[in-house]
């Protein structure tokens, strides 16, 4: 029997990504970095936890699957974060480890080099399937399956747990749910089973490479028939599943931001660190994960505001989120202050917000005027 107010057990963010250890090799002569903390689940959790400081922290859920040979100062890093992270053991086995290459392209090769544990809806704790918003990284038949999953043990939750009408009430309602592809499957192939699998998401994010892999097209966005190519393909996209107005198309563009589709129309919005600041990116793997887990947050936390606000001001908070996440190699560092407030990297997460907003507001009014 559930003792505390409803609200305690709310989440307003889970992650079904997973937690893990990456080698970074670069083109010569630049060394390897090894044993980074990385995974799309812990840079969702980062970008959902840059927008809740303790005491809220704790409405940010994760799971990690902990091998023998987990650091101790990972798990102090991540303690620090003051989350709900879920850390479940098994000894008999490594943490999950990938290999990551970066070509001189900028394209990022990838592959495990042990065996992976998944994240799904069986790990997760009661207050997990609290959650008012899950991010997803899967092929689109895992989706589905994650999605019905979650759904059904909310629903066995709240039969099990009647103890107020605002529980069951809670866990009744249908959370959102953000789903970003698995790079390897976006590909014509799998075009039908990705139709199938947006009926069941609030909001499908890939990059651009992704979109492009998925379609068998090419957009460049260095020339404007490129923006106008995104735009008629996301429309395409977006009219081809049962689009609700609730729903959206957000397509990561990295260092150009993200493009926004919905029923009614689409937008762009820039990237924190745009092209002429990129002596402040360091790093950019994990920024599109990051991106989600600041996009989730800021959905939740405007979900009275029009479908077409919500995501803007949820792109808002995604892209200050990423800012963040790849202006090192890792982890951002977080410097706890004595005024209850918190600096990540030495920044205030809700100064960048309100500086973004501000440089948003202009270069639209700007383009309005032109």
């Known amino acids: 029997m559930l003792q505390a107010p409803w609200h305690e057990y709310t989440m307003d963010f889970v992650t079904m990504g997973m937690f893990i250890m990456d080698e970074l090799h670069y083109q010569p002569p630049k060394t390897p970095d090894l044993n980074v903390m990385g995974g799309a689940g812990l840079y969702a959790a980062l ?7 303790p005491p809220s922290s704790s409405r940010v859920g994760w799971t990690i699957h902990e091998g023998h040979d987990f650091p101790l100062h990972m798990k102090n890093t991540i303690d620090a974060w003051n989350t709900s992270c879920q850390f479940i053991s098994t000894p008999d086995r490594a943490t999950t480890r990938a290999f990551n290459e970066y070509e001189p392209s900028g394209y990022r090769s990838f592959r495990y080099l042990n065996e992976k544990i998944r994240v799904d809806q069986d790990c997760l704790t009661m207050e997990q399937l609290m959650s008012k ?17 979650i759904k059904r043990k909310r629903r066995e939750l709240a039969k099990g747990h009647p103890s107020t009408e605002q529980i069951r009430t809670a866990l009744m309602e249908e959370p959102i749910f953000v ?16 139709l199938e699998a947006l009926d069941h998401v609030d909001v499908f994010s890939p990059n651009l490479e992704e979109f492009c892999n998925l379609l068998s097209i090419k957009i460049d966005l260095e020339r404007p028939a490129g923006w106008e ?8 996209l977006f009219g081809s599943s049962n689009g609700r107005s609730e729903k959206a198309l957000v397509i990561r563009l990295g260092e150009k931001g993200c493009f926004i589709a919905q029923h009614n129309g ?18 950019p793997t994990g920024g599109g994960n990051t991106f989600l887990g600041g996009f989730c947050i800021g959905v939740s936390q405007f979900a009275g505001m029009s479908p077409t606000e919500k995501f803007k001001e949820a792109a808002l908070y995604g892209a200050v989120a990423a800012s963040f996440a790849i202006e090192q190699v890792g982890m951002p560092t977080l410097q706890p202050l004595a005024s209850n407030e918190e600096l990540w990297n030495a920044d205030y997460v809700q100064r960048r917000l309100k500086m973004f907003r501000e440089r948003v507001t202009k270069q639209t009014d700007q383009a309005r005027e032109s």
């Open 133 to 149: 918003t899950y991010h997803l990284i899967c092929s689109a038949n895992r989706c589905i399956s994650l999605i019905q999953g």
């Open 229 to 236: 190519l995104l735009r008629e393909e996301c429309t395409k």
């Open 266 to 283: 689409c937008m762009s919005l820039p990237a924190y660190h745009e092209q002429n600041a990129a002596s402040r990116v360091v790093d």
């Open 179 to 194: 789903w970003e592809p698995f790079p390897d499957l976006c590909k014509p192939s799998e075009f039908g089973r990705f």
């Open 47 to 53: 970008g959902a936890r840059l927008f809740r400081p």
